[in-house]
């Protein structure tokens, strides 16, 4: 598992070879963007499961999610990005470190990938799995507009 300092989004370009060994032999060579200003063709905004951990040295709240926001860019000649959203403590607000769950990430960012190049694929099935409801207010992905779920509740 990945772990990081605090702060409001993350790209995980470390990840990028499991991504396109999860893809190989249906997309050749997938590329990360770095930049997150150039322009896209495809944008599509996801969940990917992580634990937490309070950045407050006055606090000790930790926390996991089934549904942490990530945004997944997609751009010409099979170039990707995706940009996975923190959350914050529901004791005292302050950001917490976030510890991905990278196979979470990987099945997301490849499935998409594959969807964007038309490969064919098998409808992902999820299996509801009980955990802490989620909180708009403490969700750095409904604060910018991109959390799967708040959209979700908009349908």
């Not at 960012?109 to 909180?135: I, M, N």
């Amino acid at each position: 598992m990945l772990k990081n300092k605090a702060k409001i989004s993350y790209m995980f370009s470390s990840l990028h070879h499991d991504v396109s060994k999860a893809v190989s032999g249906d997309i050749s060579k997938p590329w990360f963007n770095k930049q997150s200003n150039r322009t896209y063709n495809n944008e599509y905004p996801s969940h990917v499961m992580a634990k937490f951990k309070c950045d407050n040295s006055g606090c000790s709240n930790r926390w996991s999610s089934k549904k942490v926001a990530i945004l997944i860019r997609g751009f010409s000649g099979n170039g990707y990005n995706a940009v996975v959203f923190n959350q914050r403590c529901q004791s005292c607000n302050k950001l917490g470190t976030l510890t991905l769950d990278e196979t979470s990430y990987v099945e997301r960012v490849a499935h998409r990938l594959k969807k964007w190049a038309g490969v064919r694929v098998e409808k992902q099935h999820y299996v509801a799995r009980k955990g802490p409801p989620h909180k708009e207010e403490l969700c750095e992905g409904c604060k910018s507009g991109h959390c799967q779920v708040r959209k979700q509740a908009f349908y």
